[in-house]
């Protein structure tokens, strides 16, 4: 029997406008196929927001998000921001507030390797065949929500975190290590931060509690270099808010691009879901954006959200057959790519959609 689901759509900024349509077309064919009824609105949220409301996350917009079954994300930002730290409104504060206010303290970002890009990597093939990482990366506290300061000749943002805070993302981190190979990397600094020695001392508590689970922890400096070295060695990897964000897009040269990377946000209700690429404003508007990382964001919603995973499946199968075909687009195209099969955004989400039907 079909289910009824309500999905908002935020396609925000930049490239979340081209790549996020794609992602919703996969949501409406699977529904069809499958006898489902999903809804979909839509809200805005960062730059656009802020030039239709002057706020990047309108309180009509995050109401859509509270009664909603699961949130389509795109990406913010704008030039604009980036060239000019003095602006006190910015689109990153709507994401920000939006994680917060929701609760989604836990980032799942799979680091799917399709064998047919094993060649779009800046990294040789031998070391990364065979790599499948799961990153669960904090999201609601570290520097991002600590408390800022700001004189003509200081700046300061606290790292903070709340006991609470890692043993609900180190359990939830666990978990999924016991469904997959049993391997737990914690990652800080806690030969030097106090913040990471806590983060730490939580861990090793948890960790009794899962003892089927090998338990690692590295500090970030030497992760980032593992990672490289030997992809091949991580299973789950768990992570404060700032590390996990840059660990991560480092991660996505493992699976070839960061517009091949979904990521889902869950905690405590609705469940959000997006690309970990940002708004790309170098190839914003060109229309040769990747749109994979959007669609397979929607896939994680059908499973992880849904609990539909035949259907979350048949995304990822479609996603591979479009590969398998040799379609490319730009950024995952190589020197033994046939340039005949390189193509823009619209055409790429098209191949998935026949190959999806
Ligand atoms: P970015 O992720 O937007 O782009 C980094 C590089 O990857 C660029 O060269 C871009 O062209 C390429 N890239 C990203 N997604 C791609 C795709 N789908 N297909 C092909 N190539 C792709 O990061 P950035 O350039 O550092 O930041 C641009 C803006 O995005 C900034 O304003 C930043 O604040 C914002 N940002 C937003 C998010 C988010 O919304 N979650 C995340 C990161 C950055």
């Given at each position: 029997m079909g289910v009824d689901k309500k999905i908002l759509v935020i396609?925000?900024?930049?490239?979340?406008?081209?790549?996020?349509?794609?992602?919703q077309k996969v949501l409406v064919t699977i529904a069809?196929?499958?006898?489902?009824?999903?809804?979909?609105?839509?809200?805005?949220?960062?730059?656009?927001?802020?030039?239709?409301?002057?706020?990047?996350?309108p309180d009509e917009t995050l109401e859509k998000a509270r009664r909603s079954d699961a949130i389509l994300f795109g990406a913010i930002g704008h030039a604009k921001y980036d060239n000019d730290p003095s602006l006190k409104v910015r689109p990153e504060q709507g994401l920000l507030k939006i994680r917060k206010e929701l609760?989604?303290?836990?980032?799942?970002?799979?680091?799917?390797?399709?064998?047919?890009?094993?060649?779009?990597?800046?990294?040789?093939?031998?070391?990364?065949?065979?790599?499948?990482?799961?990153f669960f990366r904090e999201?609601?506290?570290?520097?991002?929500?600590?408390?800022?300061?700001?004189?003509e000749n200081m700046a300061s943002d606290l790292?903070?975190?709340h006991r609470y805070e890692v043993e609900r993302i180190a359990r939830k981190a666990y978990e999924a290590a016991r469904t997959r190979r049993k391997k737990l990397c914690s990652v800080d600094k806690a030969n030097v931060?106090?913040?990471?020695r806590l983060w730490r001392e939580v861990v090793q508590g948890i960790a009794k509690e899962y003892p089927d689970v090998e338990t690692e922890h590295m500090f970030i400096d030497n992760a980032a270099m593992q990672l490289i070295k030997d992809p091949k060695r991580f299973d789950v990897v768990v992570t404060g808010n700032l590390f996990g964000d840059i660990l991560t897009d480092e991660a996505s040269q493992i699976a070839g691009s960061m517009g091949m990377l979904a990521s889902a946000s869950i905690g405590d209700s609705v469940g959000f879901y997006e690309p970990i690429h940002g708004s790309a404003h170098d190839i914003a508007g060109k229309g040769i954006a990747n749109p994979l990382a959007s669609i397979l964001s929607a896939a994680?919603?059908?499973?992880?959200?849904?609990?539909?995973?035949?259907?979350?499946?048949?995304?990822?199968?479609?996603?591979?057959?479009?590969?398998?075909?040799g379609y490319r687009t730009m950024d995952i195209a190589n020197k033994h790519t046939d340039n005949h099969l390189v193509m823009g955004t619209d055409a790429m989400g098209a191949k998935v959609l026949e190959n999806l039907n």
């Open positions: 396609p925000g900024d930049g490239i979340g406008q081209e790549v996020t349509a794609w992602g069809e196929n499958y006898k489902h009824n999903f809804v979909f609105e839509e809200g805005i949220m960062g730059h656009v927001a802020i030039e239709a409301t002057g706020n990047p996350l609760g989604l303290y836990a980032n799942l970002r799979p680091i799917k390797l399709f064998d047919e890009l094993l060649e779009a990597s800046s990294i040789k093939p031998e070391i990364l065949r065979g790599s499948d990482i799961l999201l609601t506290g570290d520097v991002y929500f600590g408390e800022k300061n700001r004189t790292m903070i975190y931060l106090e913040a990471s994680l919603m059908l499973d992880i959200s849904f609990g539909l995973k035949n259907e979350s499946q048949r995304v990822i199968k479609a996603v591979e057959a479009t590969l398998k075909q």
